[in-house]
């Protein structure tokens, strides 16, 4: 609750006006104090700060406020500004809400009381027979103030001015000067006050830069009734301007001065240093719950989104939700990105946990993303719980993902080597490197139209520890009567035995026996044992419906391979080669597998058909 106020009256040299204004003050004091149902429990003060006057200002404020005790008069010996004027006001008062009227300008007897019913409305604690408005009697006429939904830290009310102005720049000033303002002490003091460097002193403008913080983090409720006058007198800020303030915007041509220009450039950068400093600050404060009630949480909310700050979006809405649970709908896209894009982030640290925690609940806060932006949230949840070893949760996010942006290429490609995954640790493979899984989408489409094929034959020149062999099992050789040949010296070692545990298969041929056992059909598997240009002599021509050709060799045994294995290939059948996108290390002067299968294709481009051409190369022979 809202106990006391006051009002900050800065003043230089106006002894023809500062009457009236004080006059202007006190009663809307009074009326406040007439109309506001527990006045006597509120306290107000007014501060005049006197700007070093030389006519007879101090001398006329004295005689006013002598049986007065709720107003003080502060004096600065010289004239140091008009901001670190309210600035030294609002250090010595107390109240718990600030006022400000300049020494020469009026306020309109409603203007306390408005501003102080709408800043002290609480509707987090209202209950059914709290008002949600009030009536308001004016000298224009009565009005019906709806109380706002949330609570404020700024009200702004209408400015009386006058001198005709144009609409634009009449709404210009009144969302920029400080006498329509009323603010809460804490917002206020947040913002470390008015700006004071030197060149306010100069150009003015001091409104202009306050006006602009205060809009990044409190919420404004503004009031169009005209509460305030702007008076306009021989050189002031209004009667300088009146020109400009007078001609639609799309027709006022700027003739500020150079050098002017320049003090005006040096005012723009000092804004932005503070408000990049007061964007600092707020992440280190502690937040009370009535100083949360009064932020614009949510444009702050925003701003930290696109400064990639996440965590502060996340703190910002969770509590801006808990308090307003209405503006659930409004921020749940804001939330959602920052979810995820925290994730992300705590995926590269390898923070798995959390980082799942984070997808998910970007997931579950029922945005209104688009598909494609869904997908990718669906993908970052999947990869991460196939980093966190969790390969089948990872595959349902992967058939999501897949589901609402079929298009993404990589999802695609991870959705194959996932799946694939899950069917290792389910059968209980032994593999080491894995080289096969990036070939699975290739693999899915072109050979998935033999899988189950009766008296299938397929021939594999290169079986190494059976990754390809065990799944062109599972998937391929599914029919009873379907078998596959492998040629191989299965010869060699675990490549790093400190990877694995000392149980673990030590020897090629042990882990591709093991592994071809537990596809639970190794009697379809014939083991060819020795070099591949002497085994592949001994077979049938005119045999195999599939041959595949491993390419991590010189060209020249590739060749060799492709050219023994040519005759043994049916008419209509497919020959696969790996590693068409192979290179050899820097330092060994062999020529890759390319040399040898784009001879190949080359000398057999009549008898041959080529049906892809990536990683892998697959052919289908025409003719014998």
């Known amino acids: 609750m809202i ?46 700060i006197n700007e070093g006057s030389t006519d007879r200002t101090v001398e006329r404020v ?39 009227c300049d020494g020469d300008d009026l306020y309109y007897p409603e203007h306390i009381y408005l501003c102080f019913r709408i800043l002290n409305h609480d509707p987090y604690h209202a209950t059914s027979s709290t008002p949600t408005s009030f009536q308001l009697e004016t000298k224009t006429g009565a009005f019906t103030i709806e109380l706002p939904p949330q609570p404020v830290g700024i009200v702004r009310t209408g400015v009386s001015i006058a001198d005709p102005l144009h609409p634009f720049w009449k709404g210009a000033i009144e969302n920029t000067i400080a006498q329509n303002l009323c603010i809460r002490r804490d917002c206020h003091e947040f913002l470390e ?30 009031v169009p009734i005209e509460t305030v006058e702007y008076i306009r007198y021989p050189g002031n800020n209004l009667d300088r301007q009146l020109k400009k303030f007078q001609t639609p915007p799309q027709q006022y041509q700027d003739d500020t001065p150079p050098e002017q220009r320049e003090l005006h450039t040096i005012r723009h950068r000092l804004e932005q240093d503070k408000l990049g400093y007061l964007l600092d600050k707020f992440k280190r404060i502690e937040k009370s719950p009535e100083f949360f009630s009064a932020l614009n949480w949510q444009q702050l909310a925003a701003d930290y989104l696109t400064q990639q700050q996440y965590a ?40 798995l946990e959390q980082a799942i925690n984070y997808f998910k609940q970007a997931l579950a806060i029922n945005s209104t993303f688009s598909n494609k932006d869904l997908a990718k949230v669906h993908y970052n949840l999947a990869t991460t719980l196939k980093d966190q070893q969790d390969p089948q949760q990872a595959l ?28 290792v640790l389910a059968k209980g493979y032994q593999f080491t490197q894995d080289w096969f899984s990036i070939n699975l989408p290739v693999w899915e489409k072109y050979l998935t ?112 391979d492709t050219l023994l294995a040519w005759g043994l290939v049916k008419v209509g ?52």
Not at 17 to 39: C, G, H, N, P
Not at 597 to 623: C, N, P, W
Request: proline fraction near 5%.
């Open 449 to 560: 139209p033999l899988a189950n094929m009766p008296e299938l034959r397929v021939l594999e020149i290169g079986s190494w520890e059976g990754r390809s062999t065990c799944w062109l099992i599972d998937h391929i050789l599914t029919h009873p009567t379907a078998r596959l040949t492998c040629i191989d010296t299965f010869e060699g070692g675990v490549e790093n035995k400190a990877a694995y545990d000392d149980q673990f298969l030590k020897t090629i041929e042990q882990r591709f026996d093991f592994n071809i056992a537990q596809t639970g059909a190794p009697e379809k598997v014939r083991k060819a044992v020795g070099q591949s240009q002497l085994v592949l002599r001994s077979l049938i021509p005119d045999f195999y419906h599939l041959v595949y050709v491993d390419g991590s060799h010189i060209a020249s045994d590739v060749l060799e």
């Open 396 to 423: 349902l996010s992967l058939e999501k993902a897949l589901e609402l942006d079929p298009s993404i290429a990589e999802e695609i490609a991870d959705f194959a080597k996932t799946k694939y995954q899950i069917q």
């Open 573 to 624: 059948g497919m020959i696969v080669f790996d590693d068409y996108g192979f290179s050899f290390p820097s330092g060994i002067g062999e020529n890759p597998p390319r040399v040898a299968i784009d001879a190949f294709m080359q000398v057999f481009s009549r008898k041959i058909k080529l049906i892809h051409q990536g990683y892998q190369v697959i052919l289908e022979k025409t003719s014998a």
């Open 62 to 100: 004295t005689e006013f406020i002598q049986d007065k005790p709720h107003y003080k008069l502060i004096h600065h010996f010289k004239s140091l500004g008009i901001g670190p004027a309210r600035n030294t006001g609002a250090k010595m008062s107390h109240g718990d809400i600030l006022f400000f």
């Open 3 to 48: 106990r006391s106020f006051s009002v900050i009256v800065p003043v230089l040299n106006k002894e023809k006006e500062i009457i009236r204004s004080l006059e202007s003050v006190e009663a809307s004091i009074q009326l406040f104090q007439q109309q506001y149902d527990d006045a006597d429990s509120i306290t107000p003060e007014v501060l005049v």
């Open 193 to 222: 006050g008015f700006p004071e460097a030197p060149v306010y002193k100069q150009i003015g403008c001091e409104d202009v830069s306050y006006d602009l913080w205060i809009a990044k983090f409190f919420k404004v409720f503004k």
């Open 312 to 351: 502060e979006v996340i703190y910002l809405c969770e509590q801006g939700i808990a308090l307003e649970p209405q503006t659930k709908d409004t921020v749940k896209n804001l939330l959602a990105a920052a979810y995820n894009n925290l994730g992300s982030a705590l995926k590269t640290q390898n923070n």
